[in-house]
């Protein structure tokens, strides 16, 4: 949906429907649909006269999602036997990527290959809905308004990020991957206290 992926990857706290009839080239009715529906997941708020503004998840909120995406991934990666070469080889060419990116103050490209590395994971387990369930979790915990915020003012956490990134990876397959989970629930809960 063409206006979340505004709301996640843009720098913008507020818009108009004509910014949207605008800037989509769509005509207002799928547009209005596509907000209410916004509106009802929590993503923003629609104000009669003064436009359209993005919401930021509450406190609560936020550790209510980081607790649901330690659930979810957690058990995922529990539940693989085995992680091939093929699958440690794209789960290392993204550590390295998050490097590059992280070098170059790439916002939008960190938090990409951030939420890719934790989808792959998912990915692998085969659980369609696990997936969904952290995709939504995901866009509301992490636009790039976040991510440049760390970027710029706490670098040493996306560090620290990336160092767990590869624990995780160099602990797959060991003790049926349960200190990779162990470790990845710290990851997870390292989020929530940065984020909070």
């Given amino acids: 949906m063409k206006i979340k992926e505004i709301i996640v990857k843009g720098e913008e706290e507020f818009t108009s429907e004509s910014s ?21 997941e929590g993503f923003l708020k629609i104000f009669s006269n003064q436009g359209i503004f993005f919401t930021i998840p509450t406190v609560e909120e936020r550790n209510e999602l980081f607790d649901l995406r330690i659930a979810i991934e957690t058990h995922a990666i529990k539940q693989v036997s ?4 093929e699958n440690i080889s794209y789960l290392n060419e993204n550590i390295k990527n998050q490097h590059i990116a992280f070098e170059n103050k790439d916002y939008q490209e960190f938090n990409e290959l951030d939420m890719d590395f934790h989808q792959y994971l998912l990915e692998v387990n085969g659980n369609s ?33 990336i160092d767990d990134h590869k624990d995780i990876l160099e602990n797959l397959n060991k003790s049926s991957n349960h200190l990779s989970a162990k470790i990845l629930e710290k990851h997870i809960n390292k989020g929530k206290t940065n984020f909070s």
Avoid: G
């Fill in 20 to 40: 949207l009839v605008n800037l989509l080239s769509m005509s207002r009715t799928p547009i209005r649909e596509a907000l209410h529906r916004l509106e009802n």
């Fill in 129 to 161: 809905h696990f997936l969904k369930v952290y995709k939504n979790c995901r866009e509301r915990l992490m636009t790039i308004r976040s991510a440049k915020y760390l970027l710029s003012s706490r670098s040493d956490v996306l560090k620290e990020l």
């Fill in 82 to 85: 085995v992680f091939t070469n």
